[in-house]
Each structure stands twice: as C-alpha cells, then as structure tokens.
C-alpha cells in the first residue's frame, strides 16, 4: 500500500541552527500538506500545496519558515533559525482531489 | 476561516460502556467530516468519516452522526475496548481548503 514518506523521523538541535524536513506525498496526489502538532493538541496547518503553488500559508510563520514544491512531486519544509517553541511533530499528508488525507508518519522535532 | 471546537477533551469510561464525542463547525461550506485516532507517537488514522450529503454512518462499533442545520457532528463507540484507548480528532474542511482539526479528546477506558 502505498505510503507517504517523510525524513527524518526524529531531529534534535539548538536553537538558532536550521532544520528541514521531507516529505514525499503517494503518487497522483496533487494536494500536499504541512501539519504541526505540538504535544498535547491538534494538528494545525503550516502550507498547503497544489501541484507546485502554495494555496494556503497563512498560517506559516514566514521569517523563519519556508516551504516548496518545485516540480509539483515532493515538498521540504525549512526553519531557519530554529527556536524551542518549534519543538512539535511535522506532519505531512497528501490528498487526491481533497479527499481522505494520508498522513505520513511524521518529523519529531525537538529544540534544545 | 473554519472552526471546529470539540468536547470533552477528556473523556474515562467503563470498558463496555459507550463514549461520545461531539464537535462543531463554524463553515456552512464545509462538506467533509473526518475522525481520527492517534495513539501517543504516532501519525493520525483515519477511522470514519462522512460528508454532507448524509447523516449518520457506521462501521463495526463505531458511528458518526452530523447535523447540518446545527453544524455539528458526533462519534459514538460502543461497547468500548481498552485498545479505544487514545486521542481522537474531529476535523472539517470546505471544497479546496485544508484540514481543520479539533483540539483532541482524550479517551480512556478501564478495564
């Protein structure tokens, strides 16, 4: 059964340093999501992808954040400079059509 | 944008009893309503969802009823098990936009 992929499982670093996370969506599935979840609470949408143009990133916190899609396939999310409130589980999950979303196992990451 | 609030965010029972759980949406656009179960580390799994067009469906033990008018939808499980035990999310979502998911209930059944 296909799968959504995402590397690494687990990331610790310092504070200041800069992270990035992949994540490669089940192919065919045009609608690629970036969750965080801190400890405790839901999900809450970072950017959301359609084909390669981000349709939602509000929520993104742009100074620190980025994220992209160049050729519409696989996704990287960045932190650069990393701070302890980043310290949260990065899920992502890809859809087709807006339909049911398929979560990948997740990126723990935590900020020392 | 959509809001989805959710109650209780705890919830203990006796294995065997039922639990409910209930959530609201604040987007009349919004026409999928998903529930998830995540156990402590792992990724969120889909285990029933339901869309606008109907108003209850089951699987098993488990069942999702949705209100409309009312904006609200619930997860019933019956005859609870202590492998229920875990978070479960309700989420919602309008044509074209993302997930917007609750703040979780936590489930705990006794033996």
């Known amino acids: 059964e296909a799968e959504v992929a995402q590397s690494p499982r687990y990331k610790i670093t310092e504070k200041s340093q800069a992270v990035a996370f992949w994540c490669d969506p089940i192919?065919?599935?045009?609608?690629l999501y970036w969750y965080r979840q801190i400890l405790g609470q839901g999900p809450e949408l970072l950017v959301q992808?359609?084909?390669?143009?981000?349709?939602?990133d509000s929520q993104l916190p742009k100074d620190r954040f980025s994220a992209e899609r160049l050729k519409g396939v696989d996704s990287t999310l960045k932190i650069q400079p990393a701070e302890l409130g980043d310290s949260a589980m990065y899920l992502c999950?890809?859809?087709?059509?807006?339909?049911?979303?398929?979560f990948g196992e997740g990126s723990r990451l935590t900020v020392l | 944008g959509e809001n989805v609030e959710q109650h209780p965010s705890t919830l203990s029972v006796q294995e065997g009893d039922s639990a409910v759980i209930k959530c609201t949406y604040s987007d009349s656009a919004s026409n999928y309503f998903p529930w998830y179960k995540q156990e402590l580390g792992k990724r969120p799994q889909l285990i029933i969802d339901?869309?606008?067009?109907?108003g209850e469906k089951k699987d098993q033990r488990i069942a999702v009823t949705l209100n409309k008018t009312a904006k609200h939808f619930s997860l019933h499980i019956t005859e609870t098990q202590p492998e229920d035990s875990a978070v479960y999310f309700c989420a919602a979502i309008r044509p074209g936009t993302a997930l917007i998911f609750g703040k979780g209930t936590t489930l705990s059944v006794s033996s």
């Open positions: 992808f359609q084909d390669e143009s981000v349709v939602d």
């Open positions: 192919s065919g599935h045009a609608t």
């Open positions: 999950a890809s859809s087709y059509a807006g339909g049911e979303l398929f």
């Open positions: 339901i869309r606008s067009n109907v």
